[in-house]
Nanobody, 123 residues
Framework: QVQLVESGGGLVQAGGSLRLSCAAS????????MGWFRQAPGKEREFVAA????????YDSSSVKGRFTISKDNAKNTVYLQMNSLKPEDTAVYYC????????????????WGQGTQVTVSS
């Protein structure tokens, strides 16, 4: 089992920044990847970014690339999502996810999920 605890959400004005954190505990040995997804009210969950243990990354290029940066601290088993130039359309619940193996943009391939953290961007 792996437990994920997210933090860092909140209310910010458009153009502002937030940094989300997700700490993983439990069976975090071996190769794994962590990702961020988000779900806005009335919309389906969508992929945001993911990172594997060696630091390789992938982003949803259409909406966040160039504004969001995913990174991780392997010693702390923690992944971060730095969000800059936030827009009202970034408003959503952001979820951290964990999967064994390399990263994936498909949420259905992730094995564990955090409880979510609310990000609200005001115009």
């Amino acid at each position: 089992q792996v437990q994920l605890v997210e933090s860092g959400g909140g209310l910010v004005q458009a153009g502002g920044s937030l940094r989300l954190s997700c700490a993983a505990s439990g069976r975090t040995v071996a190769t794994y990847s962590m990702g961020w997804f988000r779900q806005a009210p009335g919309k389906e969950r969508e992929f945001v970014a993911a990172i594997n243990r060696s630091g390789g990354t992938t982003y949803d290029s259409s909406s966040v690339k160039g504004r969001f940066t995913i990174s991780k601290d392997n010693a702390k088993n923690t992944v971060y999502l730095q969000m800059n130039s936030l827009k009202p359309e970034d408003t959503a619940v952001y979820y951290c996810a964990f999967r064994w193996g390399t990263f994936s943009q498909s949420g259905s391939t992730y094995h564990f999920w955090g409880q979510g953290t609310q990000v609200t961007v005001s115009s």
